[in-house]
């Protein structure tokens, strides 16, 4: 067997004959940080080309449904958008540019022929994460260990997409194993931030991210067990939702960590509107995908639950605001966006009162005690078929050089059950805790949702990303988290402030980590959280925020 | 700390203190193997008291509704009738009926004050498997270890009964560890058979089929990890459903195997008709126990599903029998009676197909693989705290003398997601092979439901129920399934049959264990699978087969 670098070389030349030629333009120097305006100035894009990629996914299926504009051409100019993108960010994996047009141009055909879209999804471009198995295709997920792996079937979600009509376009670059907060692997390299690429487009689903951000694609797939649609959606400033387990069909799709049954990974939708959200929901939930996935949950698309009909049908909704996990203090941008949405809630005439949180670093630890059962041997077993090296840092300079495999060492099934029953005690703790708002509302129920930051801060520079329970919490009780952004980070109104009481280290090293210079232009995002298998009321829920913020604008 | 044999002399000698006097009675002598018409010739209770006890959950519930019946009265009645039964096999755990009469009152007056009942379960005794706590009273589950802990707060599901007006009536008797087929431990001894003592009741919740057969209770909640519900529905001729995880609220409820959350143990209703088992599904689910317990999955009762949309309204279903699972070749009766069934379908004017088994012995392993990742560990820990032995079969002669743990030494974390990996994708397989029949059943559908044995024989002699695939495959691929009773084992119906080539070794033991005059008068019960959280369907089918079977006769 070849050296993992040469198998390495060989798959980067092919990515890069997967790109047509004439698409490669000349690029903006590396000190041009923020890149979001090029894909618009570089030339490649005509004025319609720039008008189609700059067109949110409702108004895009409109007018793809009655053929004011073509599929043809509607994946063409995101296609064009996606492979600017991808020189700006290096945030594709597969490419596959002559497969998306031959589809659209099925899908026009079918238009034309039979007058009815084929789909819900009828012609509209979506990209996936580097996990979602397309036939004919290689899936590595960034192992040089998986390249060369074709798939000799679609994962169920592309086989759905496909029947609702849906192109895909690309596929999106992810972490080794992952489980990082940020976007790099020994095959396709780092995903840097459109907005600023000095700092991290945030991880596993950093190149859907980045590549939404630039709007290379309108919508994307992005997987999350700890975070991986929620950090890059806040990172890069876009839309994503979480939902709960089981509610999108994650079969027949590649992962990591494959077996452990206790916190899941689930895949959702990465949009730049929260109506994209919405449309992609309620599609997959339609094409009952507990016909297709054993493990995706049998509860259809339920519109009053939309309408909020647990919820005093939206009328005076009381959110909860976490100002602080008590683990880690966010930074100045974070506590600005919540002021900014508690500001614009009680403009719009909802209640706004803060979370208590309880047990955060203990579900956090738990969370990663699970993970870590056996992650090491996880990883060591799936690289070592090349000898690529496990990464062990995303820092820039110490990545390859490290070969080691993470220290744990792995537990016994016994120890991963005492885990297991401790999350779920935690689990019923906080659901009580939820429940027991109800006499704090004034509304007669419980806190219909919280908001809370996505992470202590906005995104960091590469391999900074170091603390993820403000995310990982929400997995581990399952609970649907919705991203919506709230502004940029701003030196004159985010000033560094002056310490605090540390909580403990980590507390200290990511107060120390913030420079308002550093962090400039940096989207804000902000997460929604709902209840388990609520995900019809976070995206309305998310919807009214939303508003709320435009109209206090 | 004393002798273990200690502890359970003091606690057997509360128990029987527990009981009021004036209820022991004059019993059979043991010879007397069918105990089921005792309680209505022993003289404890009166002809009205007959009347209540053999009365069916839905007329029940009217009668208490409209004032006809107090639930005094119809607690007083099976409280009478549970304390006639325990005498008869042995099948209750703990004994309170002066807290079930304080209740009873309680609800009585409520009704007379407000002319309203309290919930859709108002006044109707409900009995308990060993594993609900209930405030303030001992759950020892059968481990010595656990005798003189007391409940600080009911279980979850105990909560949501008493909110729907239930009256907590005893709790049942079950096997040490409740990873047994039969109903043993070393506090409370061993539940027989009502049907015939010399047969086993089944396990794990064979305290409670027991007791439903003999009418001491009208409806009871079994759990069911691999057949525990189902095993002791069939084997003592009553009615029983397995839900799919989480429709009805575990929290709160001790349980063998804690954090094993791969294969879920599940609670569900066990009774005397299938109108029974609608009325405990609706009223748990409608009473939202998401809000309650962390696991109970959100999906509210839906009438549509239970009216059969999903299954062309009902109007020309195709059943499919599964008259072998490939592993082991059922007794007689038991083809027998998927013989009647399939006649009396096809009566009614359903399809009936044939069920053509994929891999039930792995599964059936992977399955055992899973429990015993950490099995032994858990029981050695639970049991060590007082050195009670770990039974290590439930023969009747070897019993106490074996003090060994169950062999199996326990695996790493690692190798126990391998297990669970190649649980899921033999789920995947599962569900496209119930899919793709949509190619034979003529109607445009999947087969509706499987109908299939409960076991590969009726209610075995003691210590000999050895074979648990036909129940526990459905656990491992999370379909719902209810126990129908159809016959019992008749000598000259069901005459031992030539052999035949035996799949291994277990099937030859099973053919060799069956003689008619052994298994004489043990029921015959059917399971009828659906598919996941099908649980409305999966009821209203097992009404329509119920129906077939008694116009057939």
């Known amino acids: 067997m070849p050296h993992w670098t040469a198998l390495v070389a060989e798959k980067k030349q ?47 299926l409109e007018k793809l449904a009655c053929g004011e504009w073509t599929a043809v051409d509607v994946t063409t100019a995101f296609s064009k958008r996606a492979i600017v993108a991808h020189q700006l960010v290096n945030c594709l994996t597969e490419i596959f540019v002559d497969r998306a047009l031959a589809r659209a141009a099925e899908l026009d055909d079918h238009l034309k022929k039979t ?39 679609n994962a169920v979600l592309v086989d759905i997409l496909l029947e609702c009509g849906a192109v895909p376009l690309v596929r999106t670059n992810i972490p080794q194993t992952l489980m990082w907060g940020e976007t790099f692997n020994n095959v396709f390299g780092r995903t840097t931030n459109p907005h600023n690429r000095s700092l991290t487009s945030s991880g596993s689903s950093g190149g859907e991210g980045a590549l939404i951000a630039l709007k290379g694609s309108p919508l994307g797939v ?48 990465m949009t730049d509107s929260v109506g994209g959200i919405k449309v992609f929901m309620k599609a997959v939930v339609e094409a009952k995908p507990w016909l297709k996935d054993p493990l ?42 919540l002021k900014m949405t508690k500001a614009a809630l009680q403009k719009a005439g909802h209640k706004v009162v803060d979370w208590k949180p309880i047990k955060h ?48 060492g792995g537990i016994t099934a016994y120890q991963l059950w005492q885990v297991q029953k401790l999350r779920q005690n935690i689990r019923k703790e906080y659901l009580d805790h939820w ?45 649907p988290a919705a991203i919506f952004p709230v502004t940029t980070v701003d030196p004159i109104l985010d000033g560094k402030e002056l310490t605090h009481d540390f909580y403990d280290e ?17 989207p804000v995002g902000l997460q929604l959280v709902g209840r388990t298998l609520e995900e019809e009321a976070v995206i309305r829920m998310t919807e009214i925020v939303d508003a709320a913020l435009a109209a206090a604008k």
Not at 233 to 249: E, N
Not at 444 to 463: L, N
Not at 508 to 517: A, I, S, T
Request: proline share 7%; aromatic share 8%; net charge negative.
């Open 506 to 522: 980590i507390d200290k090293k990511v107060y120390e980590m913030y420079d308002p210079e550093k962090f400039k232009n940096a």
């Open 14 to 60: 092919r990515q890069l004959k997967s790109i047509p030629q004439e698409w490669l333009v000349t690029l903006p120097p590396d000190s041009t940080l923020d890149v979001t305006g090029f894909p618009e100035t570089c030339g490649l894009l005509n004025a319609r080309e720039i008008e189609i990629t700059n067109t949110s996914v409702d108004i895009l």
């Open 361 to 408: 670093r203990l579900l956090g630890e738990v969370t990663r005690d699970i993970w870590n059962a056996a992650s090491a041997e996880d990883f060591m077993i799936t690289t070592s078929v090349t000898g690529e090296p496990i990464i062990a840092t995303m820092e820039l300079d110490d990545v390859v050089a490290s070969s080691l495999p993470q220290k744990s």
């Open 296 to 337: 995706a949950v049998r509860k259809k698309w339920n519109e009053d639950e939309y309408n909020l009909t647990d919820h005093g049908s939206g009328k005076d909704l009381c959110f909860a605001i976490m100002w602080d996990d008590g683990v880690v203090v966010p930074h100045p941008p974070i506590r600005r966006s």
């Open 222 to 269: 992005g997987s999350d067990i700890g975070g991986s649609i929620r950090g890059p959606s806040a990172f890069c400033g876009i839309y994503g939702l979480r939902p709960s387990y089981g509610r999108v069909p994650y079969c027949g799709a590649r992962n990591s960590l494959e077996g452990q049954d206790s916190i899941l990974s689930v895949f959702g939708p």
């Open 115 to 153: 007058g009815k879209v084929v789909g819900p999804l009828h012609g509209l471009p979506i990209s996936l994460k580097d996990q979602l198995c397309i036939k004919g295709l290689e899936t590595t997920m960034g192992y040089v260990s998986w390249i060369g792996q074709y798939a000799e079937k």
């Open 435 to 479: 429940e027991a708002t109800a006499s704090e509302t004034g509304t007669g129920r419980p806190v219909d949702a919280i908001i809370c930051p996505a992470a202590p801060y906005a995104a960091t520079p590469h391999g900074k990303n170091c603390y993820g329970y403000y995310t990982m919490v929400w997995n581990a009780l399952d609970y």
